[in-house]
């Protein structure tokens, strides 16, 4: 099967980015070895479940984040190329920390913040935290495929798993659940039906779990450590109040690049 051919039977199964996917569908098909026929047969599979409107990184099983590729699949919350900006921030933070230095991503998922951060800087100590069994397994498939010299996963609620709360991590990263469950409700099909409603959900507008990691983050972060946190887009003002009523200070709102807020960082006092 040829790109055009690919594309238009995607394009006429109603898939809005036909031209892009039959184009990263063909690479994959190509890069998994084997003859003409064996790519096709791969192909068909994709383009029927493609059509019946499974996510096109669960059908591949892989997706690009930062500079690694992630192993993906039902049970685990796609990585979303808006979570580069946490990682690309996170990691201006983290500049001029020594080896050794502990960063915590909660709400980890694939564990695309833990391993796309450890990529670029294998000598930190990363711990990364999920409540769902299943997202985990994806994590720990990702943590053998790139075996970063540093990093484990744990699961639990949030920091639960840590036991006592102790000042220890430099760095909180997390991309919580934020979503409304108004706004869940209004979400595509290629997402409710696919993706895990714990990932997306969360209550209070969608920042109860944003407003709890805020909270007691201050009981885990060094003196001077930094917490970084996806937001909803509507989110920015109140996460800032939240913030600034904790005793955080430098707390900012960082915008992406269409304008949007995306990131709630604030430091402990030194
Ligand atoms: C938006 S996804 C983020 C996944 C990943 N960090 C990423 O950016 O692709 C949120 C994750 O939070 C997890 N989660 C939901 N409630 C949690 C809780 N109470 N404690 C820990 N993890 C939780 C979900 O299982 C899901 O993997």
Same mark, same amino acid.
């Given at each position: 099967m040829n790109a055009t051919v690919l594309g238009e039977r995607l394009r006429s199964g109603g898939v809005e980015n036909a031209a892009q &996917?039959?184009?990263?569908?063909? #690479? %994959?098909?190509?890069?998994? +070895?084997?003859? @003409?026929? =064996?790519?096709?047969?791969?192909?068909?599979?994709?383009?029927?479940?493609?059509i019946a409107g499974e996510p096109f990184q669960y059908i591949v099983g892989s997706v690009e984040f930062y500079n690694i590729e992630l192993t993906v699949g039902p049970g685990v919350l796609?990585?979303?190329?808006?979570? &580069?900006?946490?990682?690309?921030? #996170? %990691?201006?933070?983290?500049? +001029?920390?020594? @080896?050794? =230095?502990a960063v915590l991503d909660l709400c980890t998922g694939s564990g695309a913040i833990p391993l796309a951060m450890a990529h670029?800087?294998?000598?930190?100590?990363?711990?990364?935290?999920?409540?769902?069994?299943?997202?985990?397994?994806?994590?720990?498939?990702?943590?053998?495929?790139l075996q970063p010299p540093r990093c484990?996963? %744990?699961?639990?609620?949030?920091?639960?798993?840590?036991?006592?709360?102790?000042?220890?991590?430099?760095?909180?990263?997390?991309?919580?659940?934020?979503?409304?469950?108004?706004e869940y409700r209004q979400l595509p099909a290629v997402v409710k039906n696919y993706e895990?409603?714990?990932?997306?959900?969360?209550?209070?507008?969608?920042?109860?779990?944003?407003?709890?990691?805020?909270?007691?983050?201050?009981?885990?972060l060094v003196p001077g450590g930094w917490l970084l946190m996806e937001i909803g887009e509507t989110q920015g003002g109140r996460m800032r109040g939240w913030l600034q009523s904790l005793g955080y200070s430098s707390v900012e709102i960082l915008r992406d690049l269409a304008g949007r807020d995306r990131i709630a960082q604030a430091q402990k006092e030194k």
């Open positions: &996917e039959a184009h990263w569908m063909l #690479a %994959l098909a190509k890069r998994k +070895g084997g003859d @003409a026929a =064996t790519a096709d047969a791969w192909l068909e599979e994709w383009v029927r479940r493609r796609i990585p979303r190329p808006e979570t &580069e900006l946490l990682v690309e921030h #996170a %990691l201006e933070v983290l500049d +001029g920390q020594p @080896a050794g =230095t670029e800087r294998p000598e930190l100590d990363y711990t990364g935290i999920d409540l769902s069994p299943e997202a985990l397994q994806w994590a720990e498939k990702n943590f053998a495929r484990r996963f %744990l699961r639990g609620d949030l920091f639960a798993p840590l036991g006592q709360p102790q000042p220890r991590f430099r760095l909180i990263t997390a991309n919580p659940p934020y979503v409304s469950p108004i895990p409603r714990m990932a997306l959900e969360a209550q209070e507008d969608g920042l109860a779990l944003a407003k709890r990691i805020a909270d007691e983050a201050r009981k885990f």
